[in-house]
């Protein structure tokens, strides 16, 4: 994995002295491997979903064991190809320690016996476990190999806070070098601004723009993440001028699609509802073709079946799920 440090970043906390190793983040940017399958077409679903983290706030954090056992049994009930999570955390053993770690724990155990389990790929964004005992960035976990990955951290990040916002990519193993690329990434809800654009939006570009055209191959790809703006914003055009296209807005046309919580939300009521849409997969491939898009953990589950009802939602966040036909099959 190469790290792309843009900006003057490259110092991200490294002049500090640690005062602890926290085993749980002993694999940050390691492609951890546990099949070497080939994805041979002829279409290929991807899942992004941001699975707050829960730092910081009491019930959140409580409940993300839980929360994470319902991520895992939707993940075996639909078997995506790819999922990208945003707020992918890691904290002491004692605690949770690597939340993605545990997800692929989970979900390949269940999947013993079926030939289909997932790799996986975790980059730190903002944190450090080992300094703090709190770290979160984004994960890509894969039924297929995971060939190769990159970290950028964006240019341009909020001001008015410690915040470094990344877009993690992995190129999955595809039949006869047919690879294909995914990209997950959390732009910043921040709405700090240079000049007269929110860094969001700048963060947006560059990914369009510079990260995604610079990758080196003309692999199909795929863009998922939480980017903290509704549809008919400046950062989402960044995305569709480019020539992405909004793969939930494509099938679902009129639909609107909302993905996010308003506050206050409790997490434990199965009447909340989401109020707007921040979170999407693009797909950037001339000649490919999408066939199905849905959400993705859309309404609260009951951990607790039966008279004593307990309902809990897997996030604060609804996921995206979509379908497509990679140009190249």
């Known amino acids: 994995m190469d790290l792309h440090t843009k900006g003057g970043l490259a110092s991200i906390a490294f002049g500090i002295i640690l005062v602890g190793c926290n085993p749980c983040n002993d694999t940050d ?3 951890q491997n546990v099949n070497s399958h080939t994805f041979t077409g002829p279409e290929m679903t991807v899942v992004t979903f941001n699975l707050l983290h829960g730092y910081g706030d009491a019930v959140n954090d409580a409940t993300l064991d839980d929360r994470l056992n319902l991520v895992a049994h939707e993940m075996v009930a639909t078997l995506p190809d790819v999922v990208l999570l945003q707020e992918a955390s890691v904290t002491l053993p004692q605690a949770h320690c690597n939340v993605v770690e545990t997800l692929a724990s989970l979900v390949n155990t269940a999947l013993e016996g079926q030939d289909e389990s997932y790799n996986l790929i975790y980059a730190r964004a903002n944190g ?3 300094f703090i005992g709190f770290e979160e960035g984004a994960a890509v ?5 995971i060939l190769a990955s990159d970290v950028y951290i964006y240019t341009h990040n909020p001001s008015s806070l410690l915040e470094f916002r990344i877009a993690l990519r992995a190129t999955l193993r595809g039949q006869a070098g047919k690879n294909i690329d995914v990209f997950g990434t959390h732009l910043t809800n921040r709405e700090d601004t240079v000049g007269s654009e929110l860094v969001r939006t700048l963060q947006a570009r560059e990914l369009a723009e510079e990260i995604i055209p610079g990758r080196g191959n003309a692999n199909p790809v795929v863009v998922g993440g939480d980017f903290n703006d509704p549809p008919d914003t400046a950062t989402i055009a960044e995305m569709t001028d480019a020539n992405a296209l909004d793969m939930f807005a494509d099938q679902n046309p009129g639909v609107p699609g909302y993905t996010s919580f308003g506050r206050p939300f409790d997490i434990t009521d199965p009447t909340e509802e989401p109020e707007k849409r921040i979170d ?5 491939d001339e000649g490919g073709g999408i066939t ?3 959400r993705f953990l859309d309404t609260a589950r009951d951990i607790d079946p ?4 307990s309902w809990l939602w897997a996030s604060d966040h609804v996921g995206v799920k979509a379908t497509f036909r990679p140009s190249t099959y």
């Open 29 to 31: 940017g390691l492609i």
């Open 128 to 130: 450090w476990a080992d």
């Open 141 to 145: 976990l894969s039924l297929h190999e």
């Open 280 to 284: 999407y997969l693009f797909m950037f």
């Open 292 to 294: 199905g898009s849905e």
């Open 306 to 309: 039966g008279p004593g009802e």
